[in-house]
């Protein structure tokens, strides 16, 4: 009984996390399947043979997505309405109140592509019908968004709205010139400043292919197989289910476009592993969520913020990939480090021979699952195609792939060629589903911070721009700090999409001019990722962090426990982003050399080690408290050895003495530790 329990609350989560709450039958799932399957092949037609401008492209792909959140979710979450207004909470069906939603938004949304030449001849000049339509369609994607990713961000975007129409009300430090309708209107709806902006365009330009993606290599079983191959490598040694953990969880992150659904395909295999072997419940459930959570930072997918950034910083996405490989690659070993750390504190062992599967085994079953990944990363490294082009052609690779494996396996259980046959439609049009499902939060997230994006251009981002320099004091150092924080709060009711646009908009500019005019040349790329890994890093900030109750619910661990654990074991990616700021040769900023940025990264990578040892209080044994200064000192050296540059005022040739330096703190560590493990 308990366990149905669990499994109905990690089932609620998901399908709350990936908008999808309601179950309806007949005609409204046949609906959805329809939607689903036409947004598919409109987004496959965009890059064969639709030609369209990015403004109607843009609506287009906005009003599937609205029609599908009004599908899929009710207008309130609760299940124990009764009476008369029992339709607000329906989910076996799709009441006629929203199908009025669907068509009112679904007009209002593409009013801009059935009157676009008549808004194209009078542009600047909206007429009054522009502004009701304009209304209802920005009404109608809050309610949506609100629907799918919660209240915060149409109170948010309700916030900067009231800004902008009332800022001469405001104190005379935040005072601005209010704006009227019809330039407001202007702006946000009828012009690709606002809704139909940047964030929207890359939502239906490049990240839905990439989830879309992700979620057929689920359907088709990549999941499992991540899992089954990282057991098989890893599960036999110390604490070997963690280390699987953590490196199936960053796997399938390629596959998976949600944090809870990530927790939940990979911890229901290994958490109870992890247990098994000796983890505490809060621990083993910590572990997975911080994995889990991370692999949103793992190039060369990551998340749908990864391909903005391109987008804003005005470079190809690989040159994104080539920033972020460093951070997320030293996050993810600082982690794998921790297990182990922890693993030792608790004298774990691995997992018995039995319950380790075979590495060639795994290897040869899954091997089919690794070839549209390297279809993708062939196509973006090596080719040089387009992020979109990659993926569509990786997705038509994989869609043989699925067709080739269900003949096979009908011919295997003696069935015939139809039966596998109707499997691959099953499972390509299952496919499509979950992905256009959940490609619905990325583009309302989109659409909505378009909105605040829009009024930031209208005179909003210059003020806030004073009000943040008078609140730093123009410190770059509390900005950064500010920066964090503000990441961290808002990032705790939005998804890591939307918290990125949002700080983007309003901070990474400043950072970048606030650090040129103290003598800090911060390259905009880093001030962008800054932004981005703290929104993400918030998915597990307690007392919000979702995955932390999916989580927990799994290993039946107290969910602010794991949350609080979690945390603590995300302190080892926090402090990645305060060095690269301060540091642009982590993110290979000017760096074209094979051999250096090698060595930068192994460098990044002991700094993590050091790091990590300091927050576990454990290297070879327990540390004392006279290590504690020791393992700070290696850490900064190691990640920036600016620091020790500037401590002992010295000229920047000395930065190989500053590695030299950390290096030789990190090594007495050890001997000083070898030495006392052998007197235990």
């Known amino acids: 009984m308990g366990n149905n329990i669990i499994n109905k609350d990690l089932e609620e989560l998901i399908k709350e996390d990936t908008g999808s709450l309601r179950d309806p039958k007949k005609f409204d799932k046949a609906l959805i399947i329809l939607v689903s399957v036409c947004w598919v092949l409109f987004q496959f037609g965009l890059l064969t043979f639709i030609v369209l401008d990015s403004a109607r492209v843009r609506a287009i792909h906005l009003a599937f997505a609205i029609i599908l959140a009004y599908l899929n979710m009710p207008f309130l979450k609760r299940r124990n309405i009764r009476g008369f207004f029992s339709f607000l909470s329906a989910r076996d069906r799709v009441p006629l109140f929203d199908y009025f939603f669907i068509i009112v938004g679904f007009y209002s949304v593409m009013y801009t592509v059935f009157n676009f030449k008549e808004l194209s001849e009078r542009a600047g000049s909206p007429t009054s019908t522009d502004i009701i339509v304009g209304t209802i369609a920005i009404i109608t994607i809050l309610e949506a968004t609100r629907r799918v990713i919660g209240i915060a961000m149409p109170i948010i975007v309700g916030l900067f709205c009231f800004y902008v129409f009332f800022g001469e009300m405001m104190p005379d430090f935040m005072a601005l010139k209010s704006v009227s309708v019809v330039k407001f209107m202007n702006q946000i709806y009828l012009s690709t400043e606002g809704i139909f902006g940047i964030p929207l365009g890359v939502s239906a330009g490049v ?7 992700g979620a057929m290599l689920d359907k088709a079983g990549a999941g499992k197989f991540f899992i089954d191959l990282a057991l098989s490598v890893f599960g036999k040694y110390k604490g070997g289910p963690a280390k699987a953990s953590i490196v199936s969880s960053g796997l399938t992150g390629l596959v998976s476009g949600s944090s809870i659904a990530n927790v939940v395909t990979t911890g229901t295999f290994t958490i109870p592993l992890m247990k098994k072997v000796g983890y505490p419940a809060k621990k083993a459930a910590a572990t997975e969520v911080a994995a889990s959570i991370d692999g949103q930072i793992m190039p060369p997918v990551m998340g749908a913020a990864a391909f903005i950034i391109g987008e804003y910083v005005g470079v190809p996405y690989i040159e994104v990939i080539k920033a972020a490989a460093i951070p997320a690659f030293t996050s993810y070993f600082a982690l794998f480090f921790v297990s182990h750390l922890e693993a030792s504190k608790l004298g774990m062992k691995g997992l018995p021979p039995e319950d380790v599967p075979n590495f060639f085994q795994t290897l040869k ?79 309302l997230a989109c659409a909505s911070a378009g909105i605040i994006v ?115 074991y995300h302190l080892r990616t926090f402090i990645i982003p305060f060095m690269f700021v301060f540091n642009p040769e982590l993110i290979l900023h000017g760096i074209n050399s094979w051999p250096y940025a090698l060595f930068i990264f192994v460098m990044s990578v002991l700094g993590g080690f050091a790091f990590a040892s300091l927050l576990q209080g454990w290297f070879l044994v327990k540390n004392k408290w006279y290590e504690i200064p020791l393992f700070l000192s290696a850490s900064l050296l190691l990640f920036n050895p600016k620091i020790g540059i500037y401590v002992f005022n010295l000229d920047t040739s000395y930065k190989y003495h500053m590695y030299g330096l950390g290096l030789l703190i990190f090594a007495s560590i050890y001997v000083m530790q070898k030495f006392r493990q052998k007197t235990l």
Do not use: W
Not at 366 to 386: A, D, T
Not at 389 to 418: D, T
Not at 427 to 442: A, P, Q, W
């Open 207 to 213: 990240v839905f292919y990439f989830v879309l993606l």
């Open 365 to 443: 079953s899954g091997l089919i699952y690794l070839l549209p990944i390297f279809i993708l990363l062939y196509e973006l490294v090596i080719l040089r195609h387009s992020p979109e082009m990659s993926a569509f052609r990786a997705i038509l690779f994989l869609v043989v792939i699925m067709l080739a494996k269900n003949i096979y396996n009908a011919h295997n259980n003696g069935k015939n060629y139809i039966d596998g046959l109707k499997n691959f439609f099953k499972d390509l049009i299952d496919g499509f589903v979950v992905g256009s499902k959940n490609m619905v939060s990325v583009s």
């Open 454 to 568: 829009g009024i930031v251009t209208l005179g909003v981002g210059g003020m806030l721009t004073q009000i943040v320099e008078t609140v730093s004091n123009g410190n770059i150092y509390i900005l950064v700090v500010v920066t964090a924080f503000a990441s961290l709060i808002l990032g705790m009711g939005l998804p890591t999409t939307a918290t990125y646009i949002v700080m983007a908009s309003l901070i990474a500019p400043v950072i970048v001019e606030l650090g040129g005019n103290y003598g800090f040349m911060i390259p905009i790329m880093a001030a962008h990722l800054f932004c981005f890994y703290f929104g993400m890093l918030a998915d597990d900030t307690p007392p919000v962090g979702l995955g932390s109750y999916a989580a927990a619910a799994l290993a039946g661990s107290n969910p602010i426990e794991t949350g609080l654990q979690g945390f603590i």
